[in-house]
């Protein structure tokens, strides 16, 4: 097979103003609105035209249905897609004898006409010079003929191929980031790389007598694979080797293939920070070296070994708070490091007015400030981000009794138990004397006194155990879909009588005595949140005459609790069948996964997670660590950013938005001044609404098939709130400015009635160096806040605003100040920025 | 912190941002518009009050001629009796003669009216025994399952859906939406299409409001509904107007992510509702609302403050309907339900309700629309007549209270249940009420009053042709 002819390098470029006023027709912008499902279908797609009808028929998001129908065309055109004026859709195109019609409203009639052309001519379409904005090219017996920006006027020309059957291609055969010419002859493919006209790669694959070739990146690796169409089925060959290792069925004989020409290649800064959105409280520049020097399965074990964040420990203290009167019990200011003693009096108030006991002991105050300090600095990130995830699931919330220690030992003791056992952790909650308080498992009363007067058992956790911790409402596959009866109905995994079995098993604990204190063992004992609860069982446990557990026989998922039985074996036996029932898996994987990484994980995905639920590898069911390495590791968490993957990613709940804006931008923070506007936001941290947490875990966004959990959180009011916060934070605060270019803090100032603290400080030192140049830093922000992914019209929108922010020769701290804080504030509230994907 | 907060064993759900407003799949058929008004449209808004948790209907609407028979199952030492000397007696005309009395916490403020005066003039109406059903059902039918029940009966988060969306048969929250919201479809183009959103929520996203075009827009009750630093007077070139502009293009432009685009949707509703509703909610209202509301600073005569503002400025928002929601939580009462001691518990509740009712029906008054507003109370669920111990837990059927100047109040909706535990109207035996009345009937009746047509009804409520009675007489 001789190798395509060579031709001479006739290279023409258009002249700077051409290229000019095509860019600037580019920026005046053709801006989509803001959901249109279907434009966003066109950024990344296959499909196929049917000649015969003359449609188009495009999926957008590779699940081989087509989001788009639409008829365009007549007999005799070649079908393509474009994006001719780089404003991010692809458009159906059809090329007639010299004319490209362009119909870019998908309604099936033409409202753009470029000539470029003759008829004969073979059309593509791709960037060609990378600038963002598809060109057209003409293929004319072995001369490519480009047309940047998509004008009508050839800006490039180069000689390749020119045998009689030739199929032209443009594409990255070798994954340097240019496209390379190809020749399809008969099923061996020569490529150009250096489009020097000689052919320096060949492949096979193919040579069918009616097969169409294509080459496109099909797998996201950067790197153009080959795919032939043959008979309505697509053939891939992602090693180039002719080897098929991937194929789909879109289209019958007779159809056209269309394909999105465009791989968007991920670099390792962006794949680094999707690791650390993911696994941490935001990307840092540290935290990105460390993850592209260990490598993803080494930072995630370096991350699981970590030693673990230690929350302050805190006193005991009564839930009611002592006045000055009738209680004495410690002085102050000891309150806040000493233990309980009976005989030391306090009266909880400092003498000088403000009542720091009542902010500090009796309000969340200094838990919620330290867990955001943490969440900002402490090295122990997954860990922490972990126990942040189960306290959303299996949530406790100081909405009902204030108190600071006990939510401080119960956000500990997930801390603790992170990358630990699930059924180990279950069992530590249900015991939990905080949660007993919480959801009325504390003090429930199965006596015989009890049954006898007809009065059934509190139901509260017995319900929410079931419904929120463990099992949820319907049975499940291990993909986390829902399963259907023979009726084609899902399935309710438990009833009302199974709530009341599982109540009846879970009576008769109550709080443990302070025996410092005096107290003895007793039912309804004084509240007492830092010890686990005990049974109160009467003669069978020598506390009395009494036995407040239910003896009576039960019957709970299938498994036959004899009479008699004793409140640890019943609690521990209950809480064994929850953990171990079928639908824990995928109930509790599937929102593990929606937590750290995305909103709308693939069932494979929740059922390649459930299986190491299921089983570590060394037949444990519910590692916890396991379970967290499998969901960062696994492949769709860490494909390269790729358009195909449109529903990837999820909102920042406004933890994580705060959190990663200030870790992002390296601004330090004793979490004091952040506190009040995440209440505003809709997440008070440690103050859920419901044990149903901050948002439900269900939640639909509007008008569409996505689940958004966070989204329940996030509509107009709150909307304001998010970005107000960002410009109070960036805006204003004291700046000490010290002598000239020192570094500019700027930020809230420390409260002088919290011991230790330090304030929120924004350093804008580094932002100086590039404010007299809007555009390298509005690159600068982009490279910090969005790893290089913004969009070109949102940059040329910021640049505008920044450049409108007048700067004298030479320009004055100020003035630059005001430009960083420009950039960084359009950014920071920007759409693109409250999404992780 | 002012005081104190000592929380006892109670269990409050602060449904500040509850379940949320959800999309539609398409499993109800396609909702057309409304066909235009032939006359003019006139003014009509309906205030939906969500009490969240499942509010003891039992013990807001007390039989007194029968007292006997709710004594002897909530008696003074079961720890959620309400005296019999202590309530607030009403007659129903339509009751035989039979009297009732309302739980003596509905107290009132500022001169305004209590809801006993209310019932009395004719204003207010009880719709008894309501809760969601598939169709008429019997007690028989319940044990034997053989006429579908709704989904997750006693579940709090399902029942919450259900009440708002009247869809009760749905395992995922998939394509849910609410019946308020496919209200506002059907009456859609009686506002301008330049108005800002029809439906209002002042207690965040949730599904009542949300229908099919119709899309709740979340509003707070004060504070900024704008941008921190805008100035609205600003010129070309200077730096405000830049950066505003800057930041309705970035609102404005496509992205490849789902993700991002859903982000952009409520953010440019924001920008765009913003200068029109900002000064709105920012402003004090008139006379009409700062007399009934003063001093009045509950969570829920907050949010009924903000909607008589924003009912005051229906023409500059041009509105010829309005739809609200506004909600209070904790009335979850497992334990601690606390009937004796007024400014805790269940007592705390009622006597917010009972104030801001009272305020918004004053205001109302002196705005001259008390019979254009229409407002309802809604709740997960009753609670169970049969006491645990300490409180109560989930039901099924309660009353409801449905409060304008439109409403032909003064009597009974329904059929008042039968109080006997394990009686012909006891799902079993702790007293949990099947109702009589359907939701589907209850909010029929008012969409009804709104102007949705009577062949549009079923669309909006699709269980609505099971029953014999599709609306009930409280609207006239």
């Keep these: ?161 020119g045998g009689p059957t030739d199929v032209p291609l443009l594409a990255d055969i070798d994954g340097d980031g240019m496209l390379d010419l190809i020749i399809y002859r008969a099923g061996v493919w020569f490529a150009s790389t250096r489009r020097d006209g000689v052919a320096d790669r060949v492949f096979a694959f193919g040579g069918g007598p009616n097969d169409i070739p294509m080459a496109f990146d099909y797998n996201g690796d950067g790197i153009a694979d080959l795919v032939i169409f043959r008979d309505g089925v697509w053939y891939v060959s992602t090693a180039r080797n002719g080897v098929v290792n991937a194929s789909f069925q879109l289209g019958i004989a007779g159809d056209k293939p269309l394909y999105f020409g465009k791989g968007v290649a991920s670099t390792p800064r962006l794949d680094a920070a999707r690791l650390l959105y993911q696994g941490t409280f935001g990307p840092t520049e ?179 155990l079931l419904q929120l911790f463990s099992i949820g409402l319907w049975e499940l596959r291990d993909d986390g879909t829902q399963l259907l009866d023979a009726q084609g109905k899902p399935i309710p995994t438990y009833d009302q009588d199974e709530i009341m079995e599982l109540a009846r098993a879970l009576t008769g604990w109550t709080y443990y005595p302070l025996t410092n204190l005096g107290q003895t063992v007793r039912w309804n004992a004084p509240v007492n949140y830092l010890v686990n ?95 967290v390495k499998a969901i960062l590791t696994d492949a769709e968490a860490r494909a390269p950013r790729n358009p195909v993957r449109t529903k990837f ?24 001044a952040l506190r009040t506007p995440l209440s505003n936001m809709a997440q008070n941290v440690f103050n859920s609404p419901t044990v149903f947490n901050y948002y439900n875990a269900e939640y639909v966004v509007p008008g569409t098939n996505l689940s958004g959990p966070a989204f329940e959180i996030f509509d107009a009011t709150l909307y304001f709130q998010r970005v107000n916060w960002a410009y109070n934070l960036l805006y204003s605060g004291t700046c000490d400015t010290g002598a000239p270019w020192s570094p500019v803090l700027c930020g809230p100032a420390p409260d002088t009635t919290v011991s230790g603290s330090t304030g929120t400080k924004i350093d804008w030192t580094i932002a100086k160096a590039y404010a007299d140049n809007p555009t390298a830093l509005v690159s600068y922000v982009d490279n910090v806040l969005l790893f290089g992914t913004m969009p070109v019209g949102m940059r ?20 630059r100040l005001d430009r960083a804080r420009m950039a960084v504030y359009l950014t920071a509230i920007s759409p693109k920025f409250q999404v992780e994907f | 912190m002012s005081g ?39 003014y009509k808004a309906l205030v939906c009050v969500f009490l969240f948790g499942g509010n003891d209907s039992n013990s807001m609407v007390i039989p007194v001629t029968n007292y006997a028979q709710y004594d002897a199952v909530r008696p003074a030492a079961s720890n959620v009796n309400v005296p019999l000397a202590t309530l607030q007696q009403i007659t129903p005309a339509n009751g035989g003669g039979a009297v009732f009395g309302l739980n003596p916490a509905f107290t009132t403020a500022n001169g305004n009216p209590s809801l006993q005066g209310l019932f009395g003039a004719g204003k207010l109406a009880v719709v008894v025994n309501a809760g969601s059903l598939t169709q008429p059902m019997t007690k028989a039918e319940y044990r034997s399952s ?41 009456v859609a183009s009686m506002n301008p299409a330049t108005a800002t959103p029809m439906s209002m929520s002042f207690s965040g996203t949730q599904t009542f409001g949300t229908g099919v075009q119709v899309r709740t827009l979340a509003l707070p009750t004060g504070g900024n509904f704008g941008f921190t630093g805008d100035n609205l007077a600003a010129l070309p070139g200077s730096v405000q107007y830049e950066r505003a502009a800057a930041r309705a293009a970035l609102l404005a432009a496509g992205d490849s992510s789902a993700m991002v685009g859903a982000s952009q949707v409520n953010a440019v509703v924001a920008q765009n509702a913003s200068s029109k509703i900002n000064p709105v909610l920012t402003g004090a209202g008139s006379a009409a609302i700062t007399g009934p509301f003063a001093g009045l600073n509950s969570s829920l005569a907050n949010q009924l403050r903000a909607v008589a503002k924003v009912i005051e400025a229906r023409s500059t928002l041009q509105h010829n309907r309005q739809i609200f929601f506004v909600s209070i939580g904790g009335f979850d009462t497992h334990s601690g339900q606390g009937t004796t001691n007024v400014g805790a518990g269940l007592p705390a509740l009622y006597q917010q309700i009972g104030q801001a009712l009272g305020a918004f029906y004053r205001s109302t008054e002196l705005m001259g629309v008390a019979s254009n507003v229409t407002t309802f109370t809604l709740s997960d669920f009753n609670r ?88 009930l007489a409280f609207m006239g």
């Excluded at chain 1, 040329?796 to 003035?815: G, L, R």
């Design chain 1, 1 to 161: 097979m001789s190798q395509p002819s060579v031709q001479a390098d006739r290279r023409t470029t258009a002249s700077p103003i051409a290229r000019a006023f095509a860019l600037a027709v580019l920026a005046l912008g053709c801006a989509t609105s803001a959901v249109d499902a279907l434009a966003q279908s066109l950024q990344a797609a296959v499909g196929v035209y049917r000649p015969g009808i003359s449609r188009f028929f495009v999926d957008g998001n590779y699940d081989l249905v087509a989001d788009l129908s639409v008829a365009f065309g007549q007999s005799g055109d070649v079908a393509l897609l474009g994006d001719i004026r780089g404003d991010g859709a692809r458009h159906p195109v059809v090329f007639r004898n010299g004319q490209w019609l362009v119909d870019r409203n998908r309604d099936g009639t033409s409202d753009l006409t470029v000539t470029f052309g003759a008829a004969g001519d073979k059309p593509l379409i791709a960037d060609f010079d990378k600038d963002g904005i598809d060109d057209l090219v003409l293929y004319r017996n072995g001369v490519w003929y480009i047309s940047s920006g998509g004008t009508g006027t050839a800006t490039y020309a180069y000689g390749f191929g």
């Design chain 1, 286 to 464: 540290a935290e990105i070296t460390r993850v592209q020097t260990l490598g993803v399965a080494g930072w995630v074990d370096a991350q699981l070994a970590a030693p673990k964040s230690t929350f302050t420990a805190m006193p005991w203290w009564p839930t009611g708070r002592p006045s000055t009167s009738t209680n004495p019990l410690c002085t102050f200011p000891n309150y806040l490091t000493s233990s309980y003693s009976p005989t030391a009096p306090c009266n909880c108030s400092d003498g000088t007015g403000f009542n720091r006991c009542q902010r500090d002991v009796y309000t969340n105050y200094r838990v919620q400030n330290e867990f955001l300090t943490k969440a900002l600095t402490a090295p122990d990130q997954l860990r922490l981000r972990t126990a942040w995830a189960l306290s959303q699931i299996i949530v406790t919330s100081n909405m009902q009794d204030p108190l600071a220690y006990p939510m401080r030992d119960y956000f500990q003791m997930l801390t603790d138990n992170a990358f630990g056992n699930f059924q180990e952790l279950l069992l530590r909650v249900t015991a939990s004397p905080w949660m007993g308080n919480y959801l009325d498992m504390v003090n429930n009363n199965g006596s015989p006194a009890q049954l006898a007067a007809g009065r059934l058992p509190n139901e509260n956790y017995a319900r929410e």
């Design chain 1, 533 to 627: 609860m005990i049974p109160i069982e009467g003669p069978l446990n020598g506390t009395g005459t009494v036995n407040y557990h239910d003896v009576t026989a039960k019957s709970l998922m299938g498994y036959n609790f004899p009479a008699g039985g004793r409140a640890e074996t019943e609690i521990n036996m209950a809480v064994a069948l929850v953990a171990q029932h079928p639908n824990t898996a995928p109930f509790m994987s599937k929102q593990l996964i929606q937590q750290l990484v995305t909103s709308n994980p693939t069932p494979a995905y929740v059922q390649r997670v459930s299986a190491v639920w299921n089983n570590n590898g060394s037949g444990i069911r519910g590692d916890l660590k396991a379970v």
């Design chain 1, 649 to 672: 990613g999820k909102l920042k709940e406004p933890v994580l938005y705060v959190t990663s804006l200030l870790r992002q931008l390296g601004i330090s923070s004793d979490g004091v």
């Design chain 1, 796 to 815: 040329n929108s910021i640049v505008k605003a920044v450049t409108a922010v007048t700067v004298s020769t030479p320009s004055t701290q100020q003035q």
């Design chain 2, 4 to 42: 104190p907060m000592i929380f006892t064993r109670r269990r409050f759900l602060q449904q500040t941002a509850a379940l949320g407003a959800l999309s539609m799949a398409g499993s109800l058929e396609q909702l057309g518009l409304a066909s235009a008004a032939a006359q003019a449209p006139g």
């Design chain 2, 146 to 186: 053989t006429v579908p029940k709704p989904a997750n009966l006693f579940s709090h988060s399902d029942q919450q859906q259900q009440g708002m969306s009247s869809i009760l048969l749905a395992s995922t929250l998939t394509g849910i939406n609410g019946w308020g919201g496919r209200l506002g479809d059907k």
């Design chain 2, 384 to 471: 169970t007549f049969k006491p645990n111990g300490a409180g109560t837990d989930h039901a099924w059927g309660g009353h409801q209270f449905v409060m304008g100047g439109g409403v032909v109040g003064g009597n009974f909706y329904g059929q008042f249940p039968d109080l006997t535990l394990g009686g012909a109207s006891d799902t079993d035996s702790a007293g949990r009420w099947i109702p009589t009345t359907a939701l589907d009937q209850y909010g029929a009746t008012l969409g009804r009053w709104f102007g949705v047509p009577d062949v549009d009804l079923p669309q909006v409520f699709p269980n609505l042709s099971k029953f014999p009675a599709p609306y």
